[in-house]
């Protein structure tokens, strides 16, 4: 299985400032079809898990164009260019490259 | 809009077994595969399985040890997951989601409660 760790666990960040997540996967995320299968979700309280960006760096509509997502093979990040209050929650990237899909442990993030 | 909404939980004992359901709606359904991924208490998302579009291709995590097995019906617009021989350690919410690769929906989660 594809394992993910992801650093922080926790971020506890001011308000207009920057965040960033690191993920590492334990094998390549990219595809013999030139695509890589990386994606962020992020859970906020009392609701189900929602997609921020899709195969590395794609931002699904309707999502803030602060966070981005960057990154190749096995090295990706989450990064939030000024954060907001609404961004807490915990963050969480994900593998389907092949089954089984695997999650990162979840970085927190928090409001100072 | 894509809506999905899972059924079927509740309070259960140990060694028994409980169907779930995800009914869905707004978009075509026997265009998608489905997953179903649980989030047990003071713990992170924890993939359960995974079905294709036309039902042919299923996985399930192997540490359920052939315990759940995920199906559809398509002419129903519905999703299952059939769980047995329950454990206190299968407790969680367990949400559908849409999309083989990109999980790009997710319902807004059933409780499964397995206790004596």
């Known amino acids: 299985d594809i394992v993910m760790t992801q650093t922080p666990l926790s971020l506890s960040v001011t308000p207009g400032q920057p965040a960033s997540i690191s993920c590492k996967s334990s094998q390549t995320l990219l595809h013999s079809d030139g695509k890589t299968y990386l994606y962020w979700h992020v859970q906020k309280s009392g609701q189900p898990p929602q997609l921020l960006i899709y195969e590395v760096s794609n931002r699904l509509s309707g999502v803030a164009d602060r966070f981005s997502g960057s990154g190749s093979g096995t090295d990706f990040t989450l990064k939030v260019s000024r954060v907001e209050a609404e961004d807490v929650g915990v963050y969480y990237c994900m593998q389907s490259i092949q089954p089984p899909i695997t999650f990162g442990q979840g970085t927190r993030l928090e409001i100072k | ?116």
């Open chain 2, 1 to 116: 809009q894509v809506q999905l909404v899972e059924s079927g939980g509740g309070v259960v004992q140990p060694g028994k077994s409980l169907r779930l359901s995800c009914s869905a709606s707004g978009f075509t359904f026997n265009n998608f595969g489905f997953h179903w991924v649980r989030h047990a208490p003071g713990k992170g998302l924890e993939w359960v399985a995974v079905i294709s579009s036309d039902g042919d291709k299923k996985y399930s995590a192997d540490s359920l040890r052939g315990r759940f097995i995920i199906s559809r019906d398509n002419s129903k617009n519905t999703l299952y997951l059939q769980m047995n021989s329950l454990r206190d350690e299968d407790t969680a919410i367990y949400y559908c989601a849409k999309g083989m690769r990109n999980l790009d929906s997710w319902g807004q989660g059933i409780l499964v409660t397995v206790s004596s």
